[in-house]
């Protein structure tokens, strides 16, 4: 079986030689070409052709944001950001990277090893079957003409891994104040999540913020599930629903799962539901969302031609879980859609 072929960009010489070494043990990877800086990582792209680059967002001569906005036109690359703690991998994600690793810190060097061989190899091998530029995102206007009021007893709720930062952001800045609650787990490292919703909150007319057991889910507001060791889940409260974050093991090897929340939204709100896959590697979620639809919710999928992977959807539309599959830009009207026959 063939390699995939990888370039790393790394400025520091004692991390990029952990890289090297951590990946090249991997039987699937091969490092192909090492970079300090953006110019010489242009240079390895035409010479070597990897498949993948492992990209340090904070780099000499050039930032790492900067280069991916002149890269990907030229050279469409799946690229796995390799940050610190800090909201410039959302701007890496909109500058087209496909997904990030949140570099350990204070990490001992088998630590550091251990992070390389299993997280980052994972996130490569996903990427290398990434799709990037492949499709232009659109410039939506809201129609302002949605007028659902202010309904408790509706919900939404949202499941992405691989790619879903962007498409959740695609969907949500299309809801407007009088959507019913949101709630979505986007499988994303502890500490991000609330970057995450922050920077969603900044961007989009409705309330985000990262959830905390006990929060209503009310109308105009999206929740998003803390990252980490703890589930989401939504229960009946007041004739509307109540988020409950409670650790446990990971489910589909996740945790948070979009199978638990959709399972959860299934028992809880039944036909008063709208669930909603996107792009993601694996199966998180097919089943929850069947679950949903069972339960006689209304389900929606991503289609294959916008997802970078194109996974969780396709599991969930091959067990007939998803009643609608769109396009990305048309899954916010698609949900408005089904909400006002409800």
């Not at 001569?61 to 280069?67: D, V």
């Not at 990030?100 to 990427?127: G, S």
């Not at 409670?246 to 399972?263: A, I, M, R, Y």
């Not at 009207?333 to 089904?338: C, G, M, N, P, Q």
Request: glycine fraction near 8%; aromatic fraction near 6%.
């Amino acid at each position: 079986m063939r390699k995939i072929r990888v370039l790393i960009v790394e400025d520091s010489l004692l991390f990029r030689e952990l890289l090297v070494k951590s990946l090249n043990a991997d039987p699937g990877i091969e490092v192909v070409a090492t970079a300090r800086d953006p110019f010489e990582a242009r240079d390895a792209i035409i010479e070597y052709k990897p498949d993948v680059m492992t990209l340090d967002v904070e780099l000499p001569r050039m930032g790492g944001i900067e280069f991916l906005q002149k890269l990907m036109p030229q050279y469409p690359l799946p690229v796995v950001v390799i940050s610190s703690l800090s909201e410039k991998v959302f701007d890496a994600m909109n500058a087209g990277a496909v997904d990030f690793v949140a570099k350990p810190a204070n990490a001992t060097r088998e630590q550091l090893q251990a992070f390389m061989k299993n997280e980052l190899a994972v996130k490569i091998k996903v990427a290398s079957i990434a799709k990037v530029g492949s499709w232009k995102k659109p410039i939506v206007q809201a129609t302002g003409e949605h007028l659902l009021g202010e309904r408790k007893d509706l919900i939404v709720a949202i499941g992405a891994s691989t790619g879903g930062t962007e498409a959740i952001f695609n969907v949500i800045k299309e809801f407007d104040y009088d959507i019913p609650g949101v709630v979505v787990v986007q499988h994303m490292p502890p500490k991000f999540t609330a970057m995450y919703a922050d920077r969603l909150n900044e961007k989009c007319r409705v309330q985000v913020k990262e959830a905390k057991n006990g929060d209503l889910v009310l109308p105009g507001q999206v929740l998003v599930a803390p990252g980490g060791d703890a589930h989401m889940r939504v229960v009946k409260k007041d004739g509307g629903y109540q988020v409950v974050i409670k650790q446990g093991e990971k489910v589909n090897g996740h945790c948070p799962s979009v199978d638990v929340l959709f399972d959860s939204v299934a028992a809880a709100a039944g036909k008063k539901a709208v669930g909603i896959i996107l792009t993601g590697m694996g199966g998180d979620g097919a089943k929850g969302l069947k679950a949903m639809r069972d339960a006689g919710a209304r389900t929606i999928g991503q289609d294959e031609s916008t997802c970078i992977v194109y996974g969780m959807p396709k599991v969930a539309y091959d067990i007939e879980a998803v009643e609608f599959q769109e396009k990305l830009p048309d899954i916010a009207k698609r949900t408005y859609k089904v909400l006002g026959k409800m």
